[in-house]
């Protein structure tokens, strides 16, 4: 059994959020792509649900030299983190790509940083407006913010409110493109609280399709 169906979710109500997520991300990867002047490729969007501890201990697997990392949280109909991820030696890739063929020492330069944020800014608000259009929801965002350390670290980076053993909903997409050497993850955590409210505005969102 799928870990969403055991919540009572439908296999059309995980495909649905499987598609408007796809799209969200496809509508990024254009915005990155722009910027960067090369395809960006992508993986299928894998939606679980696990612990904020397990998704860090996975990623400090994937990436034990460290990551690069913008996040913002959001809150409003639902409540969540969404995040652009890198290790550490991508992040660079993506920085000169950004900015030039720069000098860049194991240090990100506030420059650099705030490129990077920019960049988040543009990607995770692209996903963010997808889910808010297709699912009538109301969500605010806080200013995205750089950091640089371990998995652990940063994927807890100012959560002071919930329990790292806490189920939450887990969205990620991998993305890399092939001449710049860019490697990264979009990914959203959603509260487990606010899974019910997103199960009902894909209930809504599947009734208004099958009505058309």
């Known amino acids: 059994m799928n870990e969403l169906e055991s919540l009572s979710w439908s296999e059309d109500q995980i495909d649905a959020l499987t598609e408007i997520m796809n799209m969200g991300i496809g509508v990024a990867a254009s915005s ?19 612990s904020r501890h397990d998704i860090s ?18 809150s409003g109909t639902v409540h969540g983190r969404s995040a652009l991820l890198f290790p550490i030696q991508k992040s660079f890739n993506l920085v000169k790509a950004l900015l030039g063929n720069i000098e860049i020492d194991d240090e990100l330069t506030e420059m650099e940083q705030e490129a990077l944020s920019e960049v988040g800014n543009v990607i995770l608000n692209a996903c963010i407006a ?12 806080e200013i995205p913010q750089y950091v640089r350390g371990g998995a652990v670290s940063v994927l807890l980076e100012g959560d002071t409110q919930l329990d790292h053993s806490q189920t939450n909903l887990f969205c990620a997409v991998n993305f890399s493109t092939r001449e710049s050497g860019i490697e990264g993850y979009v990914m959203f955590l959603l509260e487990l609280p606010s899974v019910k409210t997103l199960k009902n505005s894909l209930e809504e969102y599947l009734e208004n399709i099958m009505s058309l």
């Not at 990155?32 to 696990?50: D, F, Q």
């Not at 990623?59 to 690069?68: A, I, R, W």
Request: proline content about 4%; some cysteine.
């Open 130 to 141: 997808t889910l808010v259009n297709n699912l009538a929801l109301e969500i605010e965002v």
């Open 57 to 74: 201990q996975e990623l400090s697997t994937q990436c034990p030299e460290g990551m690069s990392y913008v996040f913002q949280d959001f």
């Open 32 to 50: 990155l792509s722009e910027m960067v002047g090369e395809e960006v490729i992508l993986n299928i969007p894998k939606i679980r649900l696990v």
